[in-house]
C-alpha cells in the first residue's frame, strides 16, 4: 500500500489575551511572549481572534492585522526598523493577514488560515483598526493553531 501525506495537527496555544484587554484603537498590541518554533518546527499555522466586546461599535471596513516578529539570530527581533519589540514598527513584511471585524458591538469570531511558519521563535503582535477600542475585560483573545504533514 502506498503511503499517505495526512495532517498532523497540533496543540492550539494561546498567544494573547491578558495583552488585549483594554487595548485602543490604532494600538500595535504585543504578547507578553515568544512562540518558539525553532524547536516545534511547525510548517503552517491557523490563527482565531476572539473580541467580545468594544466601547461602542467598530467603524465600517475595521480590521485587526497580524504580525509576527521572528528572531532569526535568536537574539534580536526583526520589525522593519530598528528590531525593538517593546515598540515595533509593523510592515509588509511582518504582516500576515487581517480579521475583518463586524461593524456591531459585540462578540467576534474570526480567522486567518494557512500562514506559513518560519523556524524561528516569534512574538505575534496585533495592529487594532477599528475606530473603537476593546472593553476591559479578561475575554479577548488571539490563539494559533499550528499543524505539519505527517507521511502514514
Known sequence: MANKIKWAVESGVTLMDS?????EDLDVVNADSDYDNATELNRWADFLFKATE?????????VVELHLFYKFDETNYADGEDGDHVNPNPTGNSWHGIFNIDTVNGVNYQQILR?????????????????????????HFLKMY???EELQ
Open 115 to 139: 500562514v506559513p511558519l518560519s523556524p524561528f521563535a516569534f512574538r505575534a503582535s496585533v495592529v487594532l483598526k477599528t475606530g473603537q477600542d476593546l472593553t476591559d475585560v479578561g475575554t
Open 146 to 148: 499550528p499543524y505539519n
Open 54 to 62: 468594544w466601547d461602542d461599535d467598530p467603524s465600517a471596513g475595521a
Open 19 to 23: 495583552e488585549l484587554q483594554n487595548a
